[in-house]
C-alpha cells in the first residue's frame, strides 16, 4: 500500500508541478528556441510512458530511500535522480542536434531537479503519514 500512495502522491505532485512549468515555459521558453524542432502537436502517447516510468524510478530511488533516511534523503535523491535524467535528455540533445540551446539545457536541468526533489519529498511525507 505505501507504495501506491507513494506513487500517487509523486504523480500528482510532479504532474502538477510539470504542468505548471510546461504551461508557462512552453510560450516563454521552449518554442522561441526550439522553434521548428518542436512537434506542431503534442503526442500524449509518449509522455504517459515517460511519466509512469519516471514516477516509478522517483519512487524507487528517492521516496524509498527518503522512508528509511528521511526526508531530506528523499529530497537530496531526489533531485540527483532529477539533475541526472534531464541532464540525459538535454545534453544527448545538444550532442545530437543541430541546434539546441546551453540556456534550455541549463533551465532544464534545474527544473528537473527541483520538482523531482519537491515531488519525492512531498510524497515520502505522505507515505510516512499515510501508510505508517
Known sequence: MKWLIGYGVAALVFGGLDACWLSWAG???YRPMLGNLLAPQFRGGPAVV??????AGMVWFAVRPGLAGGVG??????ALLGAMCYATYDLTNQAT???WPLTLTLCDIAWGSFATAVAASVATMAVR???A
Open 129 to 131: 503519514r499515510w501508510a
Open 50 to 55: 515517460f511519466y509512469a516510468l519516471y514516477l
Open 73 to 78: 534523503a528523499a529530497a537530496l535523491n531526489g
Open 97 to 99: 542536434l543541430v541546434r
Open 27 to 29: 510560450s516563454r521558453l
